[in-house]
């Protein structure tokens, strides 16, 4: 049974070109499902797995206090796959028809103020790691850029003269975003001043990278935010996707169209970006509330 879903993710990294970090979403998915079809329900072939045992996995699911978006997510990946299983093997059972998806729930993106944002990236000081982290902090609000295509950005996607970045996203797609002049200036600050003394005389293509010299993983960005927003004082719980939330939110309060937002963030649904919409009304409702002296 391993074999078969070995072969699915072979698939979907050559085929799909889907990226690692969602690579291991679909592996996680599939290895928590052969282990219940294996363990549980005692079956060695995907070809007898039948509707019950797929229902009776997302019910087991639901138990472990596991939300509706990632049951959600799960039955998702398990359709894909018995569906590459009937493509590939010559098998027409898929288990997964007529499964009907959990309704995910609508959680409103978590952003911060201006005021907040202000105060996260009014960072003291002029050594390398302060200069790089200034820099990585304002091309996130400047760009909406997710946190694995930060690091990920190469020397040549940067292009300064033009105020633009060039990324990659989910499916390697890529796009390009606009830079504003402060995020250009704190990049070019990084640039002459400190991004030599970090890599230690060594060679990398890479943007941003560590105080060793090698590059930055998200892991260590996540660190350096939390960091960065303790010290700014900020209360909420902060993560690198709340600087995008912020990025989009912003933009559509200052009268930014929708569809500009969408290509900037690249979304291939325009549904995706209208959360963003909901959160702007959330917060002009919280501020009437504040403000109104008949609120």
Request: charged share 25%; hydrophobic share 35%.
């Amino acid at each position: 049974m391993q074999d078969e879903i070995n072969d699915f993710l072979h698939y979907l990294q050559v085929e799909r070109g889907l990226s690692t970090n969602t690579l291991q979403s679909y592996k996680r998915d599939l290895k928590g499902y052969h282990k219940h079809i294996s363990n549980i329900c005692e079956m060695d072939q995907w070809n007898l797995v039948g509707r019950p045992q797929v229902m009776q996995y997302l019910y087991e699911l639901n138990e472990q206090g596991k939300s509706s978006s990632t049951i959600a997510r799960t039955l998702s990946t398990l359709r894909l796959f018995h569906q590459f299983l009937v493509r590939e093997y010559n098998t027409s059972n898929d288990p997964t028809l007529h499964i009907e998806t959990p309704k995910k729930e609508r959680k409103l993106p978590k952003v911060l103020s201006s005021q907040e944002i202000d105060a996260l990236l009014k960072m003291e000081g002029d050594d390398p790691l302060t200069i790089r982290n200034r820099a990585m902090l304002e091309i996130l609000y400047a760009t909406g850029l997710r946190v694995s295509e930060l690091v990920a950005l190469k020397m040549n996607d940067l292009h300064l003269t033009m105020g633009f970045v060039r990324c990659f996203g989910k499916g390697s797609k890529e796009r390009i975003v606009p830079l504003g002049n402060i995020a250009k200036e704190t990049v070019e600050s990084y640039l002459a001043l400190s991004r030599n003394k970090l890599l230690k005389n060594k060679a990398t293509e890479e943007l941003f990278v560590n105080h060793q010299g090698n590059r930055l993983t998200r892991q260590g960005f996540w660190k350096i935010l939390k960091a960065i927003s303790s010290e700014a004082g900020i209360t909420k719980e902060i993560t690198p996707h709340t600087l995008r939330h912020s990025f989009a939110t912003h933009l559509l309060e200052n009268g930014a169209d929708l569809r500009a937002v969408q290509e900037m963030l690249g979304h291939a649904d325009i549904s995706t970006t209208q959360i963003y919409t909901h959160v702007t009304k959330s917060r002009l409702k919280d501020i009437y509330q504040t403000y109104h002296p008949r609120a």
